[in-house]
């Protein structure tokens, strides 16, 4: 590799025991070297790192990558930056974090592959290792090879190489897909055209909606939230006005906004907020929020997905 301080490898594994031996010998490391250490995986394997480590457990941050994790944009600013950016300056800080499990959904899978890809750009620069382990034996092809595109090098077992189709740009691109069709206006689904007269009304009518739907407490004032931040980033940069759309489907409720304007910052609602900084929270508000959150953008106009409440 180049001089570049950040590193992000693939860990492919095939069994648990190729899987501690690829990422035990990576914690005792870093704290070997006093640097700071935290595994974001999901909570089996996290047990299993656990139970390996012993007593040296004590200096780790652990986290449920189900849970820290489930919506893959919410990975680099809750998870990676929030751990990353807490550390006093000098030491490199090291993480595991596995977005890929065979759990996860087809709905859910482009946006991993974007967030692994856009972890490159996220870290450029920085004194930080971001290993990312993949199960060869669980994890369809596809998995596989769209890792070889997002990591720059990629560990099997005694052997680390760098990847020959390394290319995060274009993965980005190629997952930026067009969402299957929202539901047409009907018994069940709110569909609203909006402006920036109609705001607080298209907010309240949302948060109407959602109570129909069944969500209640915190999780329907998330849905609030972010309609009105999805609204409002739309007239401010999407042209002035857009559609909403309010459905439930597979046991959640999803918040779809639709405008002219097109997405040109990958990164949009990954980077923490800047302390001191007022504005520019919206979609990393969205990105918090949610359980999922899916974007489609083109020189037609922009689309952004959010499903709440499973």
Known sequence: ??????????????????????????????LAAGEPVAVAVPGEKLALIRDALGAER????????????????????GVLCAFADAQPPGPRARIIGEPVWAGRGPAEYPACVQHEALINAAFRGREVTVLCPYDTAALHPRALADARTTH????????????????PEGAVARHNLPLPPAPAAGPGVLHVAFDAER????????????????????????????????????VLHGGGRGTLTVWAAGGQVLCEVRDRGRLTDPLAGRRPAAPGRRGGRGLLLVNLLSDLVRTHTSPAGTTIRCHLGA
């Open 199 to 234: 705001l607080s009304v298209v907010r309240h009518l949302a948060a109407d909606h959602g109570a129909g739907l069944g969500l209640t407490g915190a999780v329907l004032e998330d849905l609030t939230l972010v309609t009105a931040e999805l609204t409002t980033n739309s």
């Open 1 to 30: 590799m180049s001089g570049e301080p950040f590193a992000h490898p693939a860990l492919f594994y095939g069994d648990p025991r190729a899987y501690l031996d690829g990422t035990v010998p990576f914690v005792r490391a870093a």
């Open 152 to 167: 720059p090098v990629v560990i099997e077992g005694t052997e680390e190489r760098p990847s020959a189709v390394y290319d």
């Open 58 to 77: 004590e200096g780790v941050r652990f986290l449920d990558m189900r849970e820290a994790g489930r919506n893959p944009g919410r990975i680099i600013p």
